[in-house]
């Protein structure tokens, strides 16, 4: 592990590269940071400016600041999305740890990551171009045009990254936001938004473009849904939260949860495969909804996967010790092919405090525990959002990718395949919707984990992971 000295250079060494501009977007990547807890300042929530005490004064002010943004020129707009950029990457590292020490999820240097990642990476005003083309019947112009004024409902398990994303996203296509934040994280949401905020005014932009609910619950959530002055509803969280922005008459862009299933077949890379499974399913302690969540591998290859993911991080315990633990993290005892209910003190918790769970003391350097399980068993259906990995070993890889499915849901949420090129793997299934990624060498997914690898694959196929580019709004 890093020392404290040495974590500080790599910090300051990092933030002075993100200072330099937009290159940064196309520049080289951050290093990833070790597990450390630094001592940032306290997070400075001022009261007033655009937090508001109801609904009605945070939609009114948003309406005039669309109204105010759309007399403006489009190199105004760019001007703020280049402050929001250069804002958010300056407070990376503190608004990383507001939010973990706000919500006691995740890991502070994944988030510094993740914050990174949207502050770099989520699609600006670039993307806006309009496209034309011509033929017989005459000249076809698309230009793109803004919805007016969105409804952003913030999780608890990404607090400023959701901020950051969606802010330059809908505000580079000519939106206004009203966000309102989980209660149990609404100071780092919040903060997020004033700092959002301030940047649009520094760049020559209106005031309130974004706004937020000063003290945010369920029902401003719901207030916010119903609005007749709200044109359009983005949405991430639980199923409830979803199933209501869906029922609620305007159009919805959800994302609920989800349970990816990762597949390993015998021609897959296994060093890579085991360390991208360890390294994504530990990712912000597996609470992001696209997080790795439970391993179907064929069973002559099982074994030697195993020990890549032992060395890269992650501790084996048996099942025996597994139902030990689930006494701890299960509130309930499932029947096989059923999915448990997790235990809300454990979720997003270091691979440590489970391991504590069952006598054995391992450090901040271990980032997952996995078990090998039966495929009936309730871990493997179930979003556990902790660092607790069930791996389950297929005699071939139909099976395993039958079983995948089944795990999934039918959410049509995000699945991952380790599979050589020299394989076509079969398709879960014509219409499922789910999001796929087979790599030529093996697995990789996830934002922020592999950045030189991943920043080509996002290139290529921009929206694949969840981000809102301005041409959906």
Known sequence: MLDQTRIEQIVEQVMS???????????????????????????????????FQDVDRAVSAGRL??????????????????HIRRTMRENAQLLAYEAWQETGMGRYEDKI??????????????????RAWTGDGGLTLVEYAPYGLIGSIIPSTNPTSTVICNSISMIAAGNAIVFNAHPSAENSSNH???????????????????????????????????HKSVNLLTVTGGAAVVRQAMGSGKRAICAGPGNPPVVVDETADLEQAGRDIVRGGSFDNNIICTDEKGVFVVQSVA?????????????????????????SIFLDDPSPGHYATMNKDFIGKNAGILLAEIGIQAGDEIRMVFVEVPPDHPLVFSEQMMPIMPVVRMRNADEAIDLAKKSEHGFRHTRRDAFQAARSPRPYGQGDGLQHLCEERA??????????????????QPNWRGHYEPGQF
């Open 17 to 51: 590269e993100l200072r330099q501009g937009e290159r940064v977007r196309s520049g080289p990547t951050p290093e990833v940071l070790e597990p450390t807890t630094p001592p940032p300042p306290a997070p400075i929530i001022k009261h007033g400016g655009n937090l």
């Open 65 to 82: 600041a669309y109204e105010q943004l759309n007399a403006l020129p489009l190199s105004i707009r760019e001007q703020m999305i280049h």
């Open 113 to 130: 990551e993740k914050n990174l990642l949207n502050a770099n990476k989520a699609a600006g005003t670039e993307i806006l171009e309009p």
């Open 192 to 226: 997020t938004i004033q700092l959002v905020n301030d940047a649009i005014i520094e760049a020559g932009g209106p005031a309130n473009l974004v706004t937020g609910i000063e003290n945010p619950t369920i029902e401003t959530a719901q207030e916010i849904m119903a």
């Open 303 to 327: 074994d030697e996967l195993k020990r890549a993911m032992s060395r890269h991080g992650a501790i084996e315990i048996d099942l025996a010790q597994f139902d030990q633990l689930k006494k």
């Open 443 to 460: 697995l990789l997914l996830r934002f922020g984990v592999r950045w030189r690898r991943l920043l080509r694959l996002y290139d290529r």
